[in-house]
């Protein structure tokens, strides 16, 4: 059993009518029983956000991040971070994100190295009451042990709904697909690469009407299965958290 805390937040300041500064960050809170595998989550950004008109915007940033594991620091990332969205039409966005991070652990200085990320998001808000997000991304690193280094790629599939007497419903599912590079023996064959696939399914519910302080809490199970060729790293889990969603 354990809990889960995820927070954060941004401020924008005008610098001229298309120009505004970003400044932001977001925290996230994982405990479990015995402490060892407590996670905490750190991050930071900043940077300019311009609107160039017909719904186009782009953001550069500055990021930073910071993971703790058992109460001990595990790594520490820096990097930026470039964000692009622009409206089709008045119910189509899609948004687009490419991020380079150098990441440098603590202990595990063999996965030292930069981690870039590429994505693309479609949101349709297909009706008044339904909103569908379709995503795609690619994922690669580069750490200093060959076996470590991989390339991923991901598809997603997010539906939420408004129902009646003010509850929202999610449902969402995801699909990750991970090549290694190096050779994995013993986990697999001599010479043999290690590949991993991943699928996740998540269902969330809350009340838009049933507020705490601002806050209603929205509840979300997911399921996680990986399936690996690489003894040992295959698995199956079921988590339930708690959120609170900030209601404005």
């Known amino acids: 059993m354990g809990s889960c805390f ?6 924008e300041h005008p610098l001229s ?26 991050s930071a950004h900043a ?25 001990d620091g595990q790594w520490r990332a820096s990097g930026l971070r470039i964000e692009a969205s622009h409206r089709l039409r008045s119910s189509l966005l899609v948004r687009t994100e490419v991020s380079y991070h150098q990441r440098s652990h603590d202990e595990d200085v063999h996965l030292d190295g930069p981690r870039t990320n590429v994505s693309l998001r479609t949101l349709w808000q297909a009706t ?3 909103r569908l997000e379709a ?3 690619i ?9 470590h280094r991989n ?4 598809l ?32 697999t064959s001599p010479g043999q690469s290690r590949r991993d696939q991943t699928g996740i399914l998540g269902i969330s519910v809350f009340n838009r009407g049933f507020t705490v302080q601002g806050f209603s809490p929205k509840l979300v199970l997911t399921r996680e299965i990986r399936g690996s060729n690489a003894q040992l790293h295959d698995y199956r889990r079921t988590r339930m958290e708690l959120q609170f969603i900030r209601q404005l």
């Open 151 to 154: 390339t991923g790629q991901s």
């Open 128 to 130: 008044p009451t339904v």
């Open 135 to 137: 995503s795609v991304g």
């Open 6 to 11: 995820v927070g954060g937040g941004e401020y």
């Open 156 to 187: 997603g599939l997010d539906v939420s709904a408004d129902l009646p007497r003010g509850f929202t419903m999610g449902v969402n599912g995801e699909s990750l697909w991970t090549e290694y590079e190096g050779d994995w023996y013993p986990f």
């Open 139 to 147: 994922t690669q690193e580069r750490t200093e042990q060959e076996r």
């Open 47 to 71: 940077g300019p956000r311009w609107f160039l008109g017909n719904g186009t915007e782009v953001s550069l940033l500055s990021s930073a991040r910071r993971q703790w594991l058992g109460g």
């Open 17 to 42: 009518e298309n120009v505004r500064l970003r400044a932001g960050g977001h925290l996230s809170l994982r405990e479990y029983e015995g402490q060892d595998f407590d996670q905490t989550f750190l």
